[in-house]
DNA sequence: GCAAAAGTGTTGGTTATACACCCATGT
DNA sequence: ACATGGGTGTATAACCAACACTTTTGC
């Protein structure tokens, strides 16, 4: 045992709940745990913290470790440091969430990882340590956030349209918003740049795209605009 | 050196930016530093995480330890994990915000701590470590989250008139507030009880002193109230 | 031609803002 | 009597919520 402290010093880990947004459902990601404790069990995905990389390097490594995910948009949670967490002994969690798009990256968290797989949030099965708490704290967090910071498009695809915006917040904030008045709102922050790219292979009318203009959104919240939903 | 570990552990601290109202600042609470690394510069209070006490546990002790406060308002900010933040080796800060009600508290602060002082927040010191980066995001936090949250009345006494509670505000986001509009909008949210009570001792006529009724909070909360400023 | 979703305005109610004077008290 | 802050109402503008029909497209 090579390092040796005068104190006992907890162990630092990094945990994160990686959401996703199906068709209809907000999905979250979890590993299947091959070793004790809680061996077979549901978690999120994450990992100690090496000496020589921040919280947030530590962080992405292990998403990409364990579920193949990079380049994902990735916020600090809140840090979880129970007595009791781990059995084994001291462990302090850094928690994160991450927001993906799910129809960038479905198939490789599937695939390259051995045993990942997504849950709609309203189903999940029991989680190993305080998983389900943390998790439970990064569902609000995500519900409070998405409703004044423009975090809600990291869900979507880089072109999307105006009713699958729409879907996305009412999966989210869980109750249903009114087309006109949403489209009014959202247009009329003029964040959105209609691009000249319809939908394509759809059995109706074919909605226009749109993406979100970040540069512009930097800008205007430096002239003090501040978005809301 | 009795705790040793098969891999490198960062060691692990709190820091905590305290908050203060005067009369027309709004001011935090630093201590001087009686050691190397940044001996005499002054710091935000904090320490080691002890490896049997929760954060909030531990965030409570240094404050008791350091500056005598106790009962405070105490919440969780952030988890600082820059590799260079201390010198000497890797050391990971969990950093939490907290608010006093100097009133209560400014003497006790003073005396019990022998290096310990309020500064004005538009004039710090040069701090130790990255304190000042802990403080910019604390300092941040709050403006945010007391114009959605209840937490301004953590810094008045508990008995205050509507003045002192608008000037807390107009103190803290930096914006001046239109009197009638303001008792308006906090008379109508029904959160404060008028009490059978005015100041005394002022060379003019006297308000009536209110008092902030959390019961009722939480109560509207649960039927989904919203409070804002 | 029909099914399915896209796209589009108006009205009424509520809320936010701007604004100025008289009152009570202590010196 | 004067200085100091306490306390109060109204009018206008901005914003939000409710609501239904026509258009386009693929099958």
Redesign the pocket.
Known sequence: MPFSYEYARPALTVDCAVFGLDEQDLQVLLIRRGQEPYEGRWALPGGFVHVDETLDEAALRELEEETGLRKVYLEQLYTFGGIDRDPRERVVTVAYYALVKLSDHKVKAATDAADAAWFDVNDLPELAFDHREIFEVALARLKGKVRYQPIGFELLPRKF????LQRMYETILERKL????F???I?GMDLLVALDE???????????LYKFDDRRYRKLVKQGFSF?I
Chains 1, 2 share one sequence.
């Open positions: 349209t105006l009713t699958q009114d087309k006109r008045n489209r009014k709102k247009l319809v939908q394509k292979d759809v059995a109706h009318r074919a909605a226009r809301e």
